[in-house]
């Protein structure tokens, strides 16, 4: 590669255009280590990170790993994700030496949905859209979560109005601990640690997919707009959950 087409690419990364430290970084960085470090040792066994595979996840997979926490590491194959995002779990796993459960939908449930509603339902309604992500999401996350009293996310306040006053840890419509242990991060802080620590990523990440979920559901944004444009883009700003955040919530006690 010529050092100018070498010099192109890196200006195009997302590392490039967003990575930089700013005030409070390493600060922000051990308050959600304590946060994680908390919540291991209150759920000894029984806690799962419950990754997108988007860049906040592999942040927080990387903390979990990097300070040995006993903290399952999971995600849901929905059938539909990009190759980008499935080869992923593989470098991962080689990366950090850990294995990543995947739950996937029920085979006969897709089926029977795509049968009777075609492959290109989202679109149709967000009635449609809610049903798909019930089956190829929310059943597999149940699962996931089944005999588990804590699961990790990687929500953050700055990237929508509807997540803009989550809780570091909060309690989910079943009891269970949610932790959120990079709400407070910023854009900037998230690649600043990928930079600093050379953390794997999802490479449309560069192709300015901010956003990364099921291929039929995700764009790329153009400059300007937000980091959930590109995410069920057809439907109304209100709308651009897929259920798994959408349970009411309670704050729980903060980490010390």
């Known amino acids: 590669m010529s050092a100018v087409v070498s010099a192109v690419v890196s200006t195009a990364s997302a590392i ?38 988007g860049v906040e996840g592999i942040v927080i997979t990387d903390l979990i790993a990097r300070h040995a926490l006993p903290i399952a590491i999971a995600t849901l194959d929905t059938g539909t994700l990009h190759a980008e995002t499935i080869e992923l779990i593989g470098r991962i796993e080689a990366r950090y030496a850990r294995s990543v459960e ?27 859209r809610k049903a798909c992500c019930r089956i190829r999401k929310l059943e597999p996350m149940a699962r996931m979560l089944d005999g588990r009293s804590a699961w990790i996310t990687g929500l953050r306040r700055e990237q929508s109005e509807h997540r803009s006053e989550v809780s570091f840890r909060e309690a989910d419509d079943a009891g269970r601990a949610k932790i959120i242990p990079i709400a407070d ?4 802080d998230v690649w600043h640690y990928v930079a600093v620590h050379d ?58």
């Open 102 to 128: 995947v739950y996937r939908p029920v085979h006969e449930s897709v089926v029977h949905f795509v049968g009777r509603n075609g492959s290109d339902a989202m679109y149709e309604s967000v009635a449609l």
């Open 199 to 256: 953390v794997p990523y999802n490479p449309l990440h560069d192709e300015f997919y901010p956003s990364i979920g099921c291929a039929p559901c995700t764009r790329a944004v153009s400059l300007g707009e937000d980091s959930r444009a590109g995410r069920w883009w057809w439907e109304g700003e209100a709308l651009k959950e897929c259920g798994l955040h959408d349970r009411k919530a309670t704050p729980l006690p903060a980490a010390a």
């Open 185 to 188: 991060w910023t854009e900037a």
């Open 16 to 53: 490039a255009r967003h990575a930089r430290k700013t005030p409070g970084f390493d600060a922000r960085v051990a308050h959600s280590l304590a946060v994680l470090r908390q919540a291991a040792a209150e759920h000894p066994g029984t806690i799962v990170q419950a990754s997108s595979l």
